[in-house]
């Protein structure tokens, strides 16, 4: 009854253990947090409130809601309904693993709690008894007060009375017990207790016993009790004692009132079983970690599933015992987990083996996936313990990565070619998908090769939420690699800003246009196409794996807006690249290796000074411009095969930087402004040639509409510059017309030469 009471006071929860298919699994790490607190929270219970109300009706709710509802509002009710229940379950799972730990603690201590009141329950009844027969033994003695011929009368009487039936039974009853305690026939002997309190019950009602007979019967009782329950708890310690004899033994004592001793001496004895099949299994002895983990999780994971199994046969679904069992099964999967970290996982973060580390973690799951099956979670237990050793190992493999790239950096020749033999292709090689094949120079080959290969390791593992880890992680290599890329142009030793991060790393130069173009390639091929596709592997997993994603709320629907922010800061660095890139030439075209200028005020200015006048063609940086852009642009078009929106803008992106750089090159317009010698007619001639020189090369090809405006802007500015002379542009309008026209036909084809 006492066991009765307290369940019955104490909080309703989870007991631990649920039934296959149940609503939620108990987890004994926990991953819940509050229940569902904030707005959300408020929300949910605001919906829930009509259903708490004593008086609701659930017929009278579904007449008012479907009274005047077609078919397709009904469902929508039901779905909505069905939603509720769902959102209702799951905030009482948060509920109850928010004060999981507190719940467990409780329930044992009201467990122990219930034994102690048994014991002093059976203590008191044995008091009460042995009081009970005193006080009758001194009121008869006190009663007797016949002479002394009578008193021996009737002792005479009695002493020639015969036993009776119940008398000889008590008497017996010990020695029966005797013999079956020592044949170890447990059940008779149960019986037989539970006879004996019942005669001692129904001798004390009916007094066919005098009070110190059922005073030695509840002695007798209580003693064998003890007896027999030591005697349980010493055989259930045995080594030998198993299966069958371990429940019965386990039964037998919770039969007896022990029910805690009972199920703590069959935890133990599962414990003991465990330490000693373990001592067979030792890391030396297997060839790989793989092997080692799997053969201690069979081990492990077994005597859990049949803890498990015995507590729920022998003491069904209580939740005192089934809190013991979640306790002491999260304390055997801690101590697995430990033995894994120490001998595989250890290693394995230290030098980066993923492969391996993924391989005992998936092991490990797919055991714990069996217990969820039967209602017992312990999965959040191993991956609070394996997530640290395998963000290390994901941090050694992507260490890895960079280092043995930037090797390769330094030896690179920066030509464009197909994987080698010992580089892993995309697809077959044959003469059908070689175009398929990525044009990359060595470094890049590698870098694709060990990325795809990380993401295939990393692809099991998104159980333990390291997605985002690890394309954060791909993230800083491949800046490493644009690094090691900007750094292998001639023109970025003197900048100071790209060699950040670098350190002693050395980098083989790419010295000609087409050397540098492949930087590009290499670049603009991994951010575009190899990443991505390789990061696709991360969603790429079996349809269980994406089911548990979703309960997640981590499904691929929420995860394509991450990919394609992912995919844009590659693209970024890519830019970064290539501005630097077209800094470069256009570095290269404004100035000389002297430090002096191709393109500056006096140039236009001085032209009014000459007697002659000029010959009319573009200014030789324009010259160079337009040949420099041609070029590229034929060897882009064979390394760009299929990508040529990004070979065009790259090239608009050159002409750009060097009109934005006569844009807002302040000297060049305060010389032709504000400068002591004005710009004449013959300069201004000069610099619309030019402009128009620009345009029409560019048109289509190398020119965006926003240079193209810049560029009229920069003919108004120069126009405006020779109205604050005095003179009127309007009037050389024609003049500036002619000159171009007889500069672009007459020296084309000599352009067209020099391009080549």
């Not at 929860?13 to 509050?34: I, L, N, R």
């Not at 690699?481 to 790419?510: F, H």
């Not at 411009?625 to 065009?648: C, D, P, Q, W």
């Not at 560029?711 to 126009?719: E, K, P, S, T």
């Amino acid at each position: 009854m006492a066991s009765a009471k307290s369940s019955r006071s104490r909080p309703a929860g989870h007991s631990g253990v649920f039934p296959v298919g149940s609503a939620a699994a108990v987890g004994s790490g926990g991953g819940g947090g509050g229940g569902g607190g904030g707005d959300g929270g408020v929300q949910l219970a605001d919906k829930l409130k009509i259903f708490k109300t004593d008086n609701f009706d659930p017929d009278a709710y579904v007449q008012s809601k479907c009274r005047t509802m077609n078919e397709k509002e009904i469902r929508h009710l039901c779905s909505y309904l069905q939603d509720l229940k769902k959102a209702s379950a799951e905030e009482m799972r948060r509920s109850v693993y928010a004060n999981y730990a507190s719940f467990i603690r409780t329930s044992k201590e009201i467990s122990d709690l219930e034994g102690e009141l048994l014991s002093i329950r059976n203590l008191l009844n044995t008091q009460a008894a042995l009081i009970h027969g005193l006080s009758e033994g001194v009121q008869i003695d006190s009663l007797t007060s016949g002479p002394e011929g009578s008193a021996e009368d009737d002792i005479s009487n009695v002493e020639d009375q015969e036993p009776s039936e119940i008398q000889k039974w008590s008497a017996d009853f010990p020695d029966m017990l005797d013999v079956l305690l020592a044949e170890r026939r447990v059940d008779e002997a149960l019986d037989a207790l539970d006879e004996a309190e019942r005669v001692a019950v129904d001798a004390k009602r009916k007094q066919t016993l005098t009070a110190a007979e059922v005073s030695a019967l509840g002695r007798s009782v209580s003693d064998n009790r003890q007896r027999l329950a030591d005697q349980l708890a010493e055989a259930a310690c045995q080594s030998s004692t198993r299966g069958i004899e371990l429940r019965a033994a386990a039964s037998a004592l919770k039969r007896l009132g022990d029910g805690p001793r009972a199920h703590s001496l069959l935890l133990s004895a599962h414990d003991q079983r465990l330490q000693c099949n373990m001592q067979t299994i030792h890391p030396s002895s297997t060839s790989y970690g793989g092997a080692y983990t799997a053969a201690l999780a069979q081990q492990v994971f077994s005597v859990i599933a049949q803890a498990l199994s015995d507590s729920v046969d022998v003491f069904g679904d209580e939740s005192c015992y089934a809190s013991e069992l979640v306790t002491w099964a999260t304390k055997q999967v801690m101590s697995f987990a430990l033995l894994v970290k120490r001998h595989v996982l250890s290693s394995c973060a230290a030098a980066g083996g993923l492969r391996t580390a993924a391989e005992c973690v998936q092991i490990s799951l797919g055991h714990c996936s069996l217990l969820e099956a039967r209602g017992l979670s312990l999965s959040s237990v191993l991956l609070k313990q394996f997530k640290p050793s395998l963000e290390q190992a994901l941090d050694a493999n992507l260490r890895r990565i960079e280092e043995s790239t930037a090797a390769l950096a330094a030896a690179d020749n920066w030509i464009l070619t197909y994987p080698s033999t010992g580089i892993r292709p995309l697809a077959r090689s044959s003469a059908a998908n070689l175009a398929l094949q990525p044009k990359l120079s060595n470094s890049a080959h590698r870098f694709n090769s060990m990325v795809q290969d990380f993401f295939e390791d990393v692809a099991p593992l998104l159980s333990l939420q390291l997605g985002g880890s690890a394309m954060d992680g791909i993230t800083q290599i491949f800046n490493s690699y644009v690094n090691l890329l900007i750094s292998a142009l001639p023109g970025s030793i003197d900048d100071e800003a790209n060699l950040d991060g670098l350190g002693n790393k050395i980098v083989r130069m790419a010295e000609t246009e087409e050397q540098q173009l492949a930087l590009l390639a290499n670049a603009s091929l991994l951010a575009e196409e190899l990443l991505p596709r390789a990061a696709m592997k991360l969603s790429s997993i079996n349809q269980s794996s994406m089911d548990d994603l979703r309960k997640r709320g981590t499904d691929k629907q929420n995860r394509v807006p991450e990919q394609r922010e992912w995919k844009r800061k590659l693209q970024r660095m890519v830019d970064r690249l290539r501005d630097s890139f077209c800094r470069q030439h256009a570095l290269e075209l404004i100035f000389t290796d002297e430090g002096d200028t191709h393109l500056s005020a006096e140039m236009y200015i001085n032209m009014d000074n000459t007697v002659e006048e000029p010959e009319w063609v573009p200014s030789p940086i324009f010259q160079e411009l337009y040949a420099k852009l041609n070029r590229m642009a034929s060897i882009a078009a064979e390394m760009f095969v299929g990508r040529e929106r990004f070979a065009t803008l790259l090239m608009m992106r050159l002409t750009e930087t060097v009109i934005l750089w006569l844009s807002e090159d302040q000297a060049f317009w305060e010389e032709i402004e504000q400068g002591p010698k004005p710009l004449g007619p013959l300069g201004l001639q000069q610099f619309y040639l030019d402009m128009q020189f620009v345009i029409i090369f560019g048109q289509g090809r190398f020119l965006s509409r926003h240079v193209h405006q810049v560029i009229l802007d920069i003919i108004d500015r120069a126009m405006a510059a020779f109205s604050a002379t005095g003179m009127n542009p309007d009037s050389q309008y024609s003049c500036f017309c002619a000159v171009s026209f007889r500069a672009m036909t007459g020296s084309w084809t000599s352009l067209k030469k020099l391009s080549v």
